[in-house]
């Protein structure tokens, strides 16, 4: 009976022993970091603005300085609007007897822009407009500058009376100074109650040699019959 209890007891202690091992082993491998993740670059930490830019990545960017210009519009048939010439000044008088005239010191319609590189701001400027129409009514007009990529670079809007008017009226309006892009011929866009009534050359846009004159150029104005 005495050597069942000893040989009992001895494996009871033998198995006390062990137990202690066993569990130190098991909570050391769940808190041990191996010496390897030490020189492991970290996780990359993702945030919801990361998401957000992944998700603006494939949209495209809107050019916000420019509108594309429409190409082609029909204004009411029977309104029967026509433009007949434009020009552009850095001033422009109404004369009584000969509508629209170039005004200030040199009195010249300005027909190009010289720059040494695009872009490039320019001076304020007027456009006269002669134009007609059978409509007998106030009609809603924009006028824009667009350049050779059919782009405006300037509009304004403004209201023509034709009440009472059948023949031909110039109609004037100023534009502050513009920037200009491109290089190439620029047309006077015509829209009125929001539908394009045809566009007319108005002015080049040139590059020209360092030292060479810039700025606005053009020709006297011709002489009134």
């Keep these: 009976m005495r050597l069942v209890n000893a040989a009992s007891l001895l494996a009871l202690v033998v198995a006390l022993a062990a137990a202690p091992v066993a569990v130190a082993s ?10 390897d993740s030490f020189f492991d670059p970290p996780p990359a930490k993702r945030s919801d603005a990361d998401d957000l830019k992944k998700a603006a990545a494939g949209l495209g960017a809107k050019d916000t300085t420019d509108t594309l210009a429409p190409r082609t519009g029909t204004v009411d048939a029977e309104a029967d ?6 020009f552009a000044a850095e001033v422009i008088v ?6 629209c005239q170039p005004g200030g010191r040199r009195r ?7 720059f040494e590189d695009l872009p490039e701001t320019g001076v304020p400027f007027q456009v006269c407009l002669n134009v007609s129409s059978k409509a007998g009514r106030q009609m809603s007009v924009t006028v824009s500058v667009v350049d050779p990529r059919n782009s405006r670079i300037v509009r304004a809007e403004d209201v023509i009376d034709f009440a009472g008017r059948t023949g031909r009226i110039d109609h004037v309006i100023e534009f502050p100074a513009t920037t200009f892009k491109t290089p190439g011929m620029h047309q006077y866009l015509v829209e009125m109650d929001g539908k394009e009534v045809g566009r007319l050359p108005i002015f080049d846009v040139r590059v020209v040699a360092e030292g060479s004159p810039t700025g606005a150029g053009g020709e006297a104005a011709p002489t009134a019959p």
Excluded: P
Excluded at 26 to 35: G, L, P
Excluded at 94 to 99: A, I, N, Q, S
Excluded at 108 to 114: A, G, I
């Design 81 to 86: 609007v026509k433009l007949h010439a434009v």
């Design 94 to 99: 109404l004369d009584k007897k000969f509508g």
């Design 26 to 35: 098991d909570k050391k491998s769940k808190k041990d970091v191996s010496v």
């Design 108 to 114: 010249e319609r300005v027909t190009y822009w010289s």
